[in-house]
């Protein structure tokens, strides 16, 4: 594989059949490894077996990583869709951003199972991480439709966080991991404060 993005990207587990005379005692199995910059690279742990022994492993972690995510996306997708007709209809605010936010999660959750990649790295980072911020941006001002009014020292907070993202993505993968923990940590004091305010 010499080209980014060129071959399997490992979204779903591998199945590989080997004949039967390959599995002897002399032979040596090596697995070369070919990561694009700042994606996360690496291999779990490789089964040898009888198909059938090793085909419910596989299924399950087919169902975890592609079923699962997939039905999951497709909900979301049904979700983002009904909310964008209530907006269609009623024209108010919490249903357009209900619709953003469940349309980018739909998006998010696809990128997380979708084998074949239509962007090369980092151009792909960079487009999973913006839906990544539209979602929590979406959610954010889904949150104030509901509570209504909110403080304005909150509202400077958020807008900060989400203006640092585009900056972050920039950065590279450390920026981007910082900006995740900062946008984790006033997630989880926000749903502390709504609890409290309750």
Known sequence: LLLPNDGWTGRRPL????????????????IHIRADYLRRAGISSVQFGPEAALQ?????????????????????????????LLWWQQR?????????CELAWACRVTAAWLEEI?????????AVQGLFWTGCFATYWLTRSVWGPRPRAELYVAS???????????GGADWVLGW???LVVAWAALILRLGWEC
Not at 15 to 30: C, D, K, M, S, Y
């Open 160 to 170: 900060g966080i989400f203006v640092l993202c585009p900056f972050a993505v920039a």
């Open 15 to 30: 199945w590989i059949r080997l004949p039967g005379t390959l599995l002897q005692a002399h032979n040596v199995l090596e």
């Open 56 to 84: 419910g492993t596989w299924h399950a972690l087919e169902w975890q990583r592609v079923t699962l995510p997939r039905a999951v996306s497709l909900f979301s997708l049904v979700v983002g869709i009904f909310c964008l």
């Open 92 to 100: 108010q605010a919490l249903y357009a951003f209900a619709a953003l």
């Open 118 to 126: 239509f962007l090369a790295w980092p151009a792909w980072l960079q």
């Open 180 to 182: 995740t923990v900062v």
